[in-house]
Every structure is written in C-alpha cells, then in structure tokens.
C-alpha cells in the first residue's frame, strides 16, 4: 500500500529565504507525482507535475525533483514571498487513477 | 480554457438527512472526473472516480454513492449523512485516455454534518 510521507508539517520562514519542501513515497513504482498549493478553504491548485521518467521540472520561482528510487522529491521555492504561505501537498500516482497524497506541509512566509 | 465548478460551496445538514453536491467541468470532453474527501488532520482520499458516462468506481466503502448522469457532471450523493461524513468534498478532473495526466481541482464543498 502507497504511503506518503511530507516533512516537516509546519514551517515557518522569513521574507526572502529560499526553502525546500520534502516528499517521500514508499512504492517507487509510481507514475508520476504532483505539488499542489492548497490556501485555506479552498481547492487545489496544480503546481508541477513530474512524471516517472523525469528528474524535474520548473516552474517559476518553484523547482520540483524527483528520485523515484529513493521515493523521494523536493519542492524548492526560491526567494520565499508572504504571498507562498499556503499549504503544500505531494501526490503520487501509481497503477490506478488513485492519486495518494500526503498529508501537506504548512508555509509560512513572515514578511 | 478549462474550468471546474461545485456546489454548494458550504453545506451544514443533520445526522440522517440527504446529501447532493454536484461537479461540472467546463471546456473538455470525456474527462476523467473525481470525487475526494478531505477532513480535519487528515490527506485527501479518493472516494469514486470516473472514466465515462454511467462508469463509477468506488475505493472505499462507506455510505455515499457517485453518479455521472452527463459526461461532465459529477454528483455525490447520500440517502443518510453520518457525523463521520462531514469534511471538505473536492472534485477533479483529468484528461482522459491515461492515468498519467495531471489532475485539476474544484474549489470544494464544506460539508458540515450536525
């Protein structure tokens, strides 16, 4: 059974500083894996996808990798801005159209 | 441009009573479509999703049940609401065809059950 792992739960930066977000999954046979945003009551919004063959992808300021045989990815957010404080969550998708998600880290960026 | 819509947004229903909440997606054909729950101190978990019209598949067990009556709507739906069934309701959608495409995401329903 896929199980995802984010670390830390919380966190809680200065204005500025850059900051890694970390995702681990214990199947590695996954198809691809996702970053979403999620900002209090709301959906979620699709940040990156990487698929299975990949190593990253980049989007903006956000930079994703992935290791599949680690069963580990990174979201790197640089030069942190007030407006990046939501949370974060990683997806896996394996065999089935199940996504399996993990259980979000908190950002806070402190102006 | 595609876009996904739910409603209603919030929802406080008792214990026993009824349950609809309603997806549509706008801009696509024959998506793959998604019902997860998200309650508190917990991640998101599938509940249904949706490969075609009248094609629903379950993954967990529980009281609720999902129709597609359209190719782009969505509905979950309950005959008897449990406390345990309150919780934030997100519908997706993917393009169809692989499971290997990105899933986007509706603005939620916050099910309240009392």
């Known amino acids: 059974k896929q199980e995802v792992t984010q670390i830390p739960a919380a966190l809680s930066v200065p204005e500025g500083e850059n900051l890694v977000l970390n995702c681990s999954f214990t199947d590695s046979a996954i198809y691809n894996l996702q970053w979403f945003r999620q900002d209090p009551g709301k959906g979620l919004t699709s940040l990156l996808l990487i698929q299975s063959s990949q190593r990253e992808q980049t989007s903006g300021r956000l930079n994703a990798s992935l290791d599949k045989s680690s069963g580990r990815s990174t979201l790197y957010i640089a030069a942190s801005q007030p407006g990046d404080s939501a949370t974060y969550l990683c997806a896996v998708q394996g065999g089935s159209e199940k996504l399996v998600f993990g259980k979000g880290t908190k950002l806070t960026v402190n102006p | 441009s595609q876009t996904i819509h739910q409603w209603p947004a919030t929802l406080v229903q008792p214990v026993g009573s009824p349950l609809s909440l309603e997806c549509t997606v706008e801009g696509t054909s024959n998506p793959n479509l998604y019902w997860y729950r998200q309650a508190a101190g917990r991640g998101l978990q599938l509940l249904f999703y949706s490969v075609g019209i009248g094609q629903i598949s379950s993954e967990v067990p529980q009281n609720l049940s999902a129709s597609r009556p359209q190719d782009r709507q969505f509905i979950l739906s309950s005959k008897k609401l449990l406390l345990s069934d309150s919780g934030f309701y997100l519908c997706?959608?993917?393009?169809?065809?692989?499971?290997?495409?990105?899933?986007?995401f509706g603005p939620g329903t916050r099910l309240t059950v009392t």
């Open positions: 997706a959608w993917s393009n169809t065809g692989t499971s290997r495409y990105e899933q986007y």
